[in-house]
Structures are given as structure tokens and as C-alpha cells.
């Protein structure tokens, strides 16, 4: 495993991380959970990711059965946990990023992971209804009571981002240090076009999710959804709607062949796509099964095979290189 520094900051991460978004606590029972987990864990992986809306907190809670049982040394990894969507309560009290939720959020997601700290804790998304003001003053306060070790954003605009390091500047206060965006062959403006001044600017390190686009890049999908998988799930119709498209199943198979050619699992090749952008710090994985994880770990390896040759037929089938501003 290959370690990158999260931005500017001190803080190294595994290049790959786990997820834990429709699996834990929902799509997989807690055995296969904890397979999962160690299986990263014995790879390398330091970085697990959560948050207080996924499976409503249980997600947390299995993840934090599970770090409690292994008994990990507490300096050899670290969790992370979000806040705005709520863990299941819709009452302006209980979602957001005001102070009160940030603050209780905070509480409730340690007490669900069984730890003492968050190692990195993310605004899941903006806010419009809390002056910026007030969730900057909160993550440096949660930062100074030991609480939380890191601070970042989900999803925000670089306009935001930016916002929040000027508040930041202004009252010597810390800042967000990391963005969890949305990063895959399919999804590529935020990472690589509006972010790119932050990383020079402010540092910014990112921690990005669903890098095979919920499993349509691992090559399995037909344009109903593999049956064994989250796109055929109940009540995720929205997902398989936003994800799975014909165009995109014709690009799959031009990617397919490319990956055969390198003798690459296609899973592998989209992954290793992702780390070879230097602004990625990790490529948080999603799994559903051990094996997937396992095939998924040659992509640290496999990005030294993606030559430029190779990025430029990538390139070419993706079709969708995204828009530069021109000065
Ligand atoms: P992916 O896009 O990588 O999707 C993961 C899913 O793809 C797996 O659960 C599995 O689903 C399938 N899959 C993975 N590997 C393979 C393989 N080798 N062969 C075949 N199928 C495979 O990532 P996620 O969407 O899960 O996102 C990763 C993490 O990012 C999440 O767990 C979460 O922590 C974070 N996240 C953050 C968000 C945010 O707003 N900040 C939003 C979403 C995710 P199946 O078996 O069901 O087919």
C-alpha cells in the first residue's frame, strides 16, 4: 500500500481507503462486514469512512462493533464521520450544520463508533440556512476539545470551500483540509477543473467517492442492473436511473477491451484511472463482497501500467475531457 499525504496537511492516508455507504447495515450482514474491514485493514488500508446517515447510524454502529473487537492500535488508522443529512430525524434541530447539529452530530457518531475521536469529520453537504460563520467557529472548537482531529467538506463548490478558509484566515482559526467529491471516469469536473486552484491555493486534499459509479465500471452491469447487486436493491431506483445508461454501458465495453489488453480486471483499470490524478489523496472503495475488495487492491499496482499511450485510448472512449476555463 502506498500512502499520500492528505493535501497540505501532516496527515498520511492509504491511497486506498473503505466505505461503508449501502453496505453496512443494510446490503451485508456484520460477518461479511467485518471480513471486509479486516481484510483492508491487513492490506494496509488506514482510512475508513462513515457517516451519520448512512443506514441511518447503523452503519456506524456495526463499524464501531467491529473496530472495538479487533482491537487495532488507535495510531494505526483512521475514521471518519459526516454531518448535515442527520442520522434519521428530519427536524431542523437534527439536520444541518448549525452548531447544535454539528455538536450533537459529533457526540452521537462517537458514540455509535466507539471511539474518543473523530480522526476526520466532513460537512456532508452546504448549508444554506447556517452562516458559514458558525460551522467554521464549531469545527475549530470540536477541534480544540480533542473531539475531532481534521475537518472537511462533501460536495461543496470551490466558491464555498473558499469561503470557509477566508472565515478561517480572518479569526485564526483552522480550516477545511479535506473535500470528499464525487470522482470516476464519468464524473470528472469538480476534481479536475473547479477544484484546481484550491489545491494550489489552500492545499486541498481529497477523499473521493464512488470511483466505479456504484459498480457500472466494473464491467458486471446490463442496462437492468446485475442481480446481485445494489443497483437491483429496493428504493435505489433513483440510483440505478442516475447511473446505469445505455451510453454508458457502450463506453464500459470500449473500456473492456482496453483492460483486456493490459491484462487488468476492469474494476482494476477504472480505480487505478482515479489515483493517477496526483490531487487524489484516497479512492474511498466501496465492497460488497471480499472478493471484490481483494480485486480491487491491484489497482495500487496497477496505475505504474497506465502510461500516457494508455490515458490517451482511455481518454479517447471516455470522450468527456472536461471544459477549462480560457484565459
Ligand atoms: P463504488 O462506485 O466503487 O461502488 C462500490 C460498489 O461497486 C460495491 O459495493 C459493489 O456493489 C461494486 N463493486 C466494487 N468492486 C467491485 C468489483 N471488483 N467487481 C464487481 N463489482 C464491484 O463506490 P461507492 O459508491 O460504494 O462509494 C465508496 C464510498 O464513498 C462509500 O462507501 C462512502 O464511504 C463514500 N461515499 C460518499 C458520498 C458522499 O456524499 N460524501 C456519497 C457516496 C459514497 P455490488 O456488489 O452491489 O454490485
Known sequence: MRYRRLGTSGLQVSELSLGSWLTFG????????????????????NFFDNAEIYSRGESERV????????KWPRDTWTVSSKVFFGAGGKLPTQVGLHRKHVVEGCNDALKRL???YLDLFFCHRPDKNTPIEET???????????????????????????EAHMVAKQHHL???????????????????????????????GTTIWS???????????TLDGHKSSRLRMAGLDWLRERELTAERLK?????????????????????AWCLKNPHVSTVILGASKEAQLKENFLAADAQ???????????AKVLDNEPMRPQF
Open 251 to 271: 463506453k464500459v465495453e470500449k473500456l473492456k477491451a482496453i483492460a483486456a489488453k493490459l491484462n487488468m480486471p476492469m474494476p482494476v483499470l477504472a480505480l
Open 136 to 162: 467554521v467557529w464549531t469545527m475549530h472548537q470540536l477541534i480544540m476539545s480533542g473531539k475531532i482531529l481534521y475537518w472537511g467538506t462533501s460536495e461543496w463548490s470551490a466558491q464555498e470551500i473558499m
Open 211 to 221: 470511483p466505479l459509479a456504484s459498480g457500472i465500471l466494473s464491467g458486471k452491469h
Open 26 to 45: 443494510k446490503q451485508i450482514g456484520d460477518p461479511i462486514a467485518e471480513k471486509l474491514m479486516k481484510t483492508a485493514y491487513d492490506g494496509g488500508i
Open 114 to 116: 466507539q471511539v474518543e
Open 63 to 70: 463499524m464501531g462493533k467491529i473496530l472495538k473487537k479487533m
Open 304 to 314: 505504474d501500467q497506465l502510461t500516457p499511450e494508455v490515458m490517451a485510448r482511455i
Open 174 to 204: 483552522i480550516g477545511p483540509v479535506m473535500e470528499q467529491p464525487q470522482y470516476n471516469m464519468f464524473h470528472r469536473t469538480k476534481v479536475e477543473v473547479e477544484y484546481d486552484q484550491l489545491y494550489k491555493t489552500v492545499g486541498l
